[in-house]
């Protein structure tokens, strides 16, 4: 099996992206500098709403339509969304809940950073993180539940992500890891994957891999690539 792993910072177009971590850390400079709606939204609402929440979210991504809330559910936002409307009864709009990263169709995370916010005060946050658990299906979990600063954002604040793709290389396909690796039939050649990894690395203007027509508002295309290694797995 062969496994690519992307370090990258900002934000990078993926599509068969089989799992994806992304670090946000609550100190840091507001990550793509742009003025978007998500975040006049935060601004208009932190009038009544002062308190903001950070959450790392893990999710089995199999059965979900992506992160990112859209009318044809079901999308982890929604579940999430719902499960938070359930625990703080406000609805969804109050929530403002913000995710660092569109993961597509079928991906999975292990730390999707996000964000929330209401407008009162909890001091018994660990029973507020296990009251959110305990209505969430068990293929998604929030792992941690902070208090976040007012500046904080989940999807400007992040300084950088973790993308792991999966490709199980393979005339035939193993069932047991069919929703984590894309399956690939014909022979990859890890070692021209090696050598292509390293030229990622670094500054570089990925415009060549967006689809411009579905370009989400990303205004800046030079990204940073600090790490992109191809790493063969024995197969289990
Ligand atoms: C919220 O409550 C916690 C626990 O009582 C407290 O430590 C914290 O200072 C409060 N936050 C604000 C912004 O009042
Ligand atoms: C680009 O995005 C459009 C709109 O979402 C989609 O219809 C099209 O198939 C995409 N093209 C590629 C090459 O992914």
Same mark, same amino acid.
């Given at each position: 099996m062969t496994s690519v792993v992307f370090g990258v910072r900002g934000l990078l177009p993926v599509s068969v992206a089989q799992s994806v971590t992304n670090l946000a850390t609550q100190k840091s400079q507001a990550g793509e500098g742009e003025l978007n709606a998500d975040f006049l939204e935060d601004e208009r609402r932190s009038v009544t709403a002062s308190h903001k929440w950070r959450m790392v979210i893990a999710y089995e991504g199999t059965r979900y339509s992506g992160w990112q809330y859209q009318s044809s559910p079901p999308t982890v936002q929604c579940i999430v969304e719902k499960a938070l409307t359930k625990v703080m009864k406000l609805d969804r709009k109050e929530l403002g809940l913000v995710g660092a990263s569109r993961t597509d169709k079928g991906v999975h995370a292990w730390g999707q950073v996000a964000h929330f916010l209401t407008p009162f005060n909890y001091t018994a946050? *660990? $029973?507020?993180?296990?009251?959110?658990?305990?209505?969430?299906? *068990? $293929?998604i979990r929030v792992r941690e539940l902070s208090p976040a600063v007012p500046e904080f954002h989940a999807r400007f604040s992040v300084e950088s992500k973790v993308y792991h793709y999966k490709i199980y290389n393979d005339a035939v396909m193993d069932p047991l890891q069919r929703n984590y690796a894309f399956h690939c039939t014909y022979r990859l050649n890890p070692a021209a994957m090696k050598e292509a990894a390293r030229h990622f690395v670094g500054q570089h203007d990925f415009s060549a891999f967006a689809n411009v027509s579905r370009n989400d508002r990303v205004t800046n295309p030079v990204k940073s690539i600090y790490r992109c290694e191809v790493v063969e797995l024995v197969s289990i």
């Open positions: 946050l *660990d $029973d507020v993180h296990a009251a959110v658990n305990g209505v969430l299906p *068990d $293929d």
